[in-house]
């Protein structure tokens, strides 16, 4: 009878923690260089035509919500360039249970920003692009497409930022447990 049994092989806790701490390092490093990524493309994003005449020029400083996607996504990329020796500290000791909490809290705070810089510019954007008849704002997008389009790029890498934190903080809310033998 013993013969037959099916022996399932399970994850060694050394085994479990370490693709644990290498995927924590690898997403967070991925979620800096989007957010690095989103924060240059806008803070470089300006462009000059004449229309009508007229001398238009679109930069992302003149709009609030541009500047806070740019202070939303630095904020994003050194918090987690800044946690990844924290990771690799908890990972190593695992007593620390409440520091694992304030990493959670943490990581939950800056996809909330990412969040809301993310949601804001976007609506900005729209609006950039469709305008709005209601209030008589008229579209911007089709004098200056380059800034627009590199707007687009922007809230792409901010929006691929934004669901790595998801996972991120999914991951620091199901942290291996340790193993009763350690």
């Known amino acids: 009878m013993a013969n037959n049994l ?13 693709l644990f701490l290498v995927t924590q390092v690898l997403i967070r490093a991925a979620a800096s260089g989007a957010s690095l990524a989103a924060a240059l493309i806008m803070a470089t994003n300006k462009e000059k035509k ?48 409440r520091c694992f909490f304030c990493l959670f809290l943490l990581d939950l705070m800056v996809m909330g920003l990412l969040t809301a810089a993310s949601s804001a510019a976007t609506a900005i954007g729209l609006v950039g692009k469709y305008g709005n008849s209601h209030t008589g704002w008229g579209e911007i997008c089709s004098y ?17 930022a934004l ?3 998801f996972f991120i903080t999914i991951l620091s809310a199901t942290k291996p447990k340790p193993s009763p033998a350690s």
């Open 163 to 165: 669901i790595l934190f």
């Open 144 to 160: 200056v497409g380059h800034y627009c389009d590199k707007t687009t790029y922007s809230l792409v890498c901010s929006y691929a």
């Open 50 to 97: 004449t229309v009508y005449g007229f001398e238009m020029e679109a930069k992302y400083t003149y709009s609030s919500a541009f500047r806070f996607l740019v202070g939303a996504n630095i904020a994003a990329c050194a918090y987690s360039l800044a946690s990844l020796p924290f990771v690799l500290m908890l990972t190593a000791n695992r007593s620390r249970q």
């Open 6 to 18: 099916v022996k399932i092989e399970q994850n060694p806790p050394q085994k479990t923690k370490r």
